[in-house]
């Protein structure tokens, strides 16, 4: 099941007041019930982002608890089952072409090139049959809202990632 789609509204119990982009609730929530709208987030689909690098993963952390003048932040570290991986190195033709990407399952044909200025080759292999998408970072070239300066890795599927160490540290 892909992340959510909707609004975390305030007034829930379960995602309400985090700091969220997206509610963590299921379709049936009576709170978050507003579609989410593209905002420079999961720019590359529903999917669960990793990165290889902890500075790429702390601008992402939600809002972290404050104490003795110090932020307390939280994040995990988890092992990412990779088995057919669509490398993609490029720039996206407009800031939500991928944003409602549910899995790559679902791109089918020229999808991609319809969504993707690649920079050199395009991905070989039918990328329907992929599991893992990498997007290559572009780190002189990036364009912002539309590619990534740091490598970043989205997995569609839960079963892919399980947690292994949760990291608290304070700033």
């Given at each position: 099941?892909?992340?959510?789609?909707?609004?975390?509204?305030?007034?829930?119990?379960?995602?309400?007041?985090?700091?969220?982009?997206?509610?963590?609730?299921?379709?049936?929530?009576?709170?978050c019930?507003?579609?989410?709208?593209?905002?420079?987030?999961?720019?590359?689909?529903?999917?669960?982002?990793?990165?290889?690098?902890?500075?790429?993963?702390?601008?992402?952390?939600?809002?972290?608890?404050c104490?003795?003048?110090?932020?307390?932040?939280?994040?995990?570290?988890?092992?990412?089952?990779?088995s057919?991986?669509?490398?993609?190195?490029?720039?996206?033709?407009?800031?939500?072409?991928?944003?409602?990407v549910?899995?790559?399952?679902?791109?089918?044909?020229?999808?991609?090139?319809?969504m993707?200025?690649?920079?050199?080759?395009?991905?070989?292999?039918?990328?329907?049959?992929?599991?893992?998408?990498?997007?290559?970072?572009?780190?002189?070239?990036?364009?912002?809202?539309?590619?990534?300066?740091?490598?970043?890795?989205?997995?569609?599927h839960?079963?892919?990632?399980?947690?292994?160490?949760?990291?608290?540290?304070?700033?």
């Open positions: 099941m892909p992340p959510s789609d909707v609004e975390a509204a305030a007034s829930c119990p379960v995602s309400g007041n985090r700091g969220l982009c997206t509610s963590l609730c299921a379709n049936d929530c009576v709170h019930i507003e579609r989410h709208s593209w905002g420079r987030c999961h720019m590359y689909g529903l999917g669960i982002y990793l990165a290889d690098m902890s500075a790429k993963s702390h601008r992402y952390i939600t809002t972290p608890e104490g003795d003048r110090k932020r307390r932040c939280t994040m995990l570290l988890c092992e990412v089952l990779a057919k991986t669509l490398h993609l190195k490029g720039h996206l033709r407009s800031g939500s072409s991928m944003h409602d549910p899995s790559l399952r679902t791109i089918w044909g020229r999808d991609l090139q319809q993707v200025e690649f920079v050199g080759r395009p991905p070989k292999g039918s990328v329907e049959q992929m599991e893992l998408l990498y997007v290559e970072g572009l780190t002189g070239v990036h364009r912002p809202g539309l590619s990534v300066f740091n490598s970043e890795y989205v997995s569609f839960p079963y892919q990632c399980l947690p292994k160490y949760q990291i608290i540290y304070e700033m």
